[in-house]
């Protein structure tokens, strides 16, 4: 694709990499066949190749608009088109490019930076989310159910393992996950533990891994957490623990970005890439190890695997829960067109509310056709989207491991 950039994203690092990703696009469209958005609304503006044109026009100097932005912020950030592209366009990061851009030249109404405002210093912030969850109890009637329903804290119920383990590794608390399904953690903890390994929670950690300022574009707060976490993590690091394991799969490839985001930090950079190299998502974890010691089930569950975006597109992780819980005797349902994302994506379902909400349907339905006693996922983003109207219970596959195999 031929570009003509003005300055000063025709000599700035963030032009020359956008410029060297549009370059590679060709036009195909294939990625608008894989794209959740451009499915629902068929509109060319709304899919990842339209997208494409109007960050090349917004570098090039043409005039946009909020209409511009309302496009760019359509997008789930699933990055299914970037597991289409045969030609390799790292889509997601000229997005990233684009939307950091636009949003210095067009001003969002003041409802949509009330709303950005309130879900950047909220959701992250685990004191805060309480406060917020008090006031729900108060005034819940006057809030919309989606809100009430995604901030609906939890008690843990699962014990933590008193015994410990050569093998160590350190896990990323998680902020929203941490509040609203602590037993995800805790069933890590103990699932790994049948296994020989102890997992460390790290409690001065901000827990937050910075994914969520990072997509709402506040670039300060999003550097801050990762600052925070990576000092709270270094000791660990320096005493040699094997990985830093993250349960939410929407959180790991951020955490796995660090090095590229905090590059030019010289005080970070080198940490950042560190922290990068041993990040894993609790998949890859147990992909390496033997499951034969758990017991497997007497008698067969049907279940439901919902793969997160995250997961399959954003860690190019596929086909290791499945194989995980087959082998301890589940039987998996299929579910059709399983790589479009269920609508979660993050902040999204509370900021572009309609999409999200016939992507859910539309997920449910397909997950639910065979009637599994169980839908299991791997990102709290997505269980919480999906609990709302799933008539069976939706739980982390690693808390089916600890509560039903162990």
């Not at 996922?377 to 219970?393: E, K, M, T, W, Y």
């Amino acid at each position: 694709m031929k570009t003509d950039f003005v300055k000063p994203y025709s000599e700035n690092s963030e032009g020359k990499i956008a410029n060297d990703i549009l370059r590679r696009c060709v036009h195909c469209g294939f990625c608008n066949a894989t794209c959740p958005t451009y499915q629902l609304l068929g509109d060319e503006l709304d899919g990842p190749r339209g997208r494409i044109y109007l960050i090349k026009q917004l570098l090039e100097g043409k005039e946009v608009t909020r209409k511009t932005q309302l496009h760019l912020d359509r997008c789930l950030i699933c990055k299914s088109c970037e597991t289409t592209c045969p030609s390799g366009v790292q889509y997601s990061r000229l997005l990233e490019i684009g939307q950091e851009v636009i949003n210095t030249k067009v001003k969002r109404n003041p409802w949509s930076r009330l709303n950005r405002f309130a879900f950047n210093k909220l959701l992250p912030n685990m004191s805060k989310l309480r406060w917020f969850y008090l006031f729900i109890g108060m005034f819940g009637a006057f809030l919309p159910a989606r809100v009430e329903k995604a901030f609906e804290l939890k008690t843990p119920r699962l014990l933590l393992p008193a015994s410990s383990h050569a093998r160590r590794m350190l896990m990323l608390r998680g902020c929203v996950q941490s509040e609203l399904s602590p037993d995800t953690n805790r069933a890590a903890i103990q699932v790994l533990d049948k296994l020989g390994i102890t997992l460390i929670e790290e409690q001065r950690s901000s827990s937050c891994c910075g994914a969520v300022s990072h997509h709402l574009s506040c670039a300060q707060d999003a550097r801050k957490y990762m600052c925070d976490n990576i000092d709270a993590w270094w000791s660990h690091v320096e005493d040699g623990i094997e990985a830093i394991v993250i349960t939410a799969s929407g959180c790991a490839p951020h955490v796995k970005d660090y090095g590229r985001l905090l590059a030019d930090d010289r005080q970070y950079a080198e940490k950042a890439r560190r922290v990068s190299e041993l990040a894993k998502d609790v998949t890859e974890v147990c992909a390496e190890l033997d499951f034969s010691k758990l017991n497997k089930l007497e008698q067969s569950k049907k279940i439901v695997f919902h793969p997160p975006c995250s997961l399959q597109h954003g860690q190019k992780i596929t086909g290791v829960v499945e194989s995980i819980l087959e082998g301890l005797g589940y039987e998996l349902s299929p579910v059709a067109d399983s790589h479009i994302c269920c609508g979660a994506a993050g902040t999204y379902s509370l900021l572009q509310a309609k999409i999200s909400d016939q992507l859910l349907i539309n997920k449910i339905v397909a997950l639910q056709k065979y009637q599994p006693h169980f839908i299991v996922s791997s990102n709290i983003g997505c269980i919480v989207h999906l609990q709302r109207d799933a008539s069976v219970p939706v739980i982390h596959w690693v808390e089916l491991l600890a509560e039903f195999n162990l």
